[in-house]
């Protein structure tokens, strides 16, 4: 399967800054690009889907002006979290499949806690 | 829209086998997937199913899957400390685009 990784793994930060994550696909296409997220003892919610070179799309109740995707390429995903607060503090975690993959390969998640 | 239901936890003893239940909505999901995540890691993929197949086994692994009943079950024999973790069902929805998860069942082994 895919190696993924994210980076960084934990961040911190004071609230109302902007926190970018990394998600890489180190030996693989990623055409499709996925973000989730974790609360403690939770499952995973799917934040957005991100195909290479086009706009994300959004699940709903998320909101696009606060958690900025770039897919830029087949290998490189980011996440923003602009004017970040406690509330955004969670469990990040990207994953990425190829086409027609049925397999999503899983990043090891980034920890971020706001101030 | 689609849902997949597991219990929160299950304790089992050290050498035993542990079974981890999971029933889900859509019928015509295609695959199903059964993911492991330590702590404070990512998600692992340990196997999944295509949905014209009854049982898959892979080692100490082995899957079942009642599409009549929508019902999912991952059996670990012979259940190690090192099987601590939780697990993760999940099916590939309808429309083919996302993935769909359970809420995760916690996997604790008592000596």
């Known amino acids: 399967g895919a190696v993924v990784s994210q980076h960084p793994s934990r961040v911190i930060c004071k609230s109302g800054t902007s926190v970018k994550i990394e998600c890489r696909s180190l030996d693989f296409q990623a055409t499709t690009m996925f973000w989730y997220r974790q609360f403690p003892k939770k499952s995973l919610m799917l934040m957005a889907t991100s195909n290479e070179g086009s706009k994300a799309t959004y699940e709903q109740g998320v909101e696009k002006d606060k958690f900025l995707i770039n897919h830029a390429s087949l290998t490189l995903s980011t996440l923003t979290v602009t004017s970040a607060h406690p509330e955004d503090s969670s469990f990040y975690i990207c994953?990425?499949?190829?086409?027609?993959?049925?397999?999503?390969?899983f990043g090891p998640g980034t920890r971020l806690t706001v101030t | 829209g689609e849902d997949v239901e597991q219990s929160l936890f299950l304790s089992v003893r050290e050498g035993d086998s542990s079974v981890i239940n999971c029933t889900y909505t859509d019928s015509s999901s295609t695959y199903l997937y059964w993911y492991k995540q330590e702590p404070g890691a990512g998600l692992q993929l340990l196997t999944y199913?295509?949905?014209?197949?009854d049982m898959k086994q892979d080692q100490r692994l082995t899957v079942l899957l009642n599409k009549k009943d929508k019902h999912l079950s991952l059996r670990i024999a012979d259940t190690q400390t090192g099987d601590s973790a939780i697990y993760f069902c999940a099916v590939l929805g309808s429309s083919a685009s996302k993935i769909i998860f359970g809420s995760g069942t916690r996997l604790s082994i008592r000596p």
């Open positions: 199913i295509f949905s014209n197949m």
């Open positions: 994953s990425v499949t190829g086409t027609g993959d049925y397999e999503q390969y």
